[in-house]
């Protein structure tokens, strides 16, 4: 099995720089500046159990790739750039006869629940991840995970029924159970994915207000994630049951690695590096979507939509607004 990491930042760097470090056959996918120091000097990945740099092979895109039978792609892009990977890969041909999205599984490594939506309209076989990895984007080159008792645990089954082999996803599990990481395998995959949909609502609150520790912050993440519970009842969605969920993370801690304890989550990331996008369309948008199909009032997390996109769009620092101004805006 060759593992391809499409989107080799914080979360592809650390899943694709442990396997590798486990010996797995990898190929990193990465653009600009990442791509040149994974070049010129690999991947250094960091963990609380110390740091690998890693070699593997690198490709610029699906052009640098010849695909093999064996291959899983491994979407780690964010969601808002979910359709162009989708597209630039799916007509790309395997070795042997067929294209990508006929033969190749792709894995959704990713926050959001409507990537793996966007995959099965193009491949037949559509591996879904609940990602729980407090990875962090250090620099071109640097990546880390913090996590403990392993850097992260990632669930993983079919995003449909029958959609993917057991047998592969079990040795997909193996490959990253061999890398140090945690990988249940569940058919109700999804159910995890709405759970951690809510715990990511207070995503664009982090990057937006620089915090989520503060009373007001606080407050706005409560009522972003009532909002979320509500919709998701109302639309008659099932979410991973929270014994359950407690239970998987009993022993789990998401922390910062010494030195590092200043970095944020995902969108803050996405603000720091002053990408000119951020996920939170596919997060809180996902909730402003099923709550007008579903006639449930989802303000505050439609300002958090709003103000995140704005915030990105601009060039916005973390803890450009305060929640006291958001939770104004959300009362009208």
């Not at 499409?6 to 899943?15: D, Q, R, W, Y």
């Not at 991947?43 to 291959?71: C, K, M, N, W």
């Not at 959609?163 to 159970?177: E, F, I, K």
């Not at 979507?289 to 006639?295: C, F, I, M, Q, V």
Request: proline share 5%.
């Amino acid at each position: 099995m060759r593992h391809i990491i499409i989107g080799t930042g914080a979360v592809g760097g650390v899943i694709g720089g442990l396997l590798a470090g486990a010996g797995k056959d990898v190929v990193l996918v990465a653009r600009g500046r990442q791509l040149e120091a994974l070049r010129t000097g690999g991947l250094e990945v960091t963990t609380a159990v110390g740091t690998v740099r890693v070699h593997p092979p690198t490709a610029a895109g699906p052009q640098d790739v010849g695909l093999r039978p064996d291959d899983v792609l491994v979407l780690a892009v964010k969601s808002q750039d979910t359709a162009a990977a989708l597209t630039a890969w799916a007509d790309r041909p395997v070795d042997g006869g067929g294209t990508a999205a006929e033969r190749l599984p792709v894995v959704c490594a990713q926050n959001g629940v409507d990537n793996e939506r966007a995959a099965l309209r193009q491949f037949a076989s559509v591996i879904a991840m609940c990602v729980w990895l407090p990875a962090t984007y250090l620099e071109p080159g640097r990546v880390s995970a913090g996590g403990t008792p392993v850097p992260g645990v990632l669930t993983i089954g079919p995003a449909a029924p029958s959609s993917v082999d057991a047998d592969l996803l079990a040795a997909y599990a193996g490959d990253l159970t061999a890398a140090g990481l945690r990988a249940p395998v569940t058919a109700d995959v999804m159910a995890w994915k709405y759970r951690k949909l809510l715990s990511n609502l207070a995503n664009a609150v982090e990057a937006l207000c620089g915090t989520t520790r503060d009373a007001a912050a606080g407050e706005l993440a409560a009522r972003a994630d009532a909002e979320g519970r509500a919709v998701l009842q109302a639309a008659g969605i099932v979410v991973l049951d929270e014994a359950v969920h407690d239970a998987a993370r009993a022993d789990f801690m998401m922390s910062r690695l010494p030195g590092q304890e200043g970095t944020g989550g995902s969108s803050w990331q996405s603000l720091v590096r002053g990408t000119g996008s951020i996920e939170a369309d596919h997060l809180n948008g996902e909730i402003v979507l099923l709550g007008r199909l579903h006639a449930v009032p989802t303000p505050v997390n439609a300002v958090l939509q709003r103000r995140a996109r704005q915030a990105a769009a601009t060039r916005a620092t973390p803890g450009s607004v305060t929640a006291d101004v958001l939770l104004r805006e959300t009362a009208g």
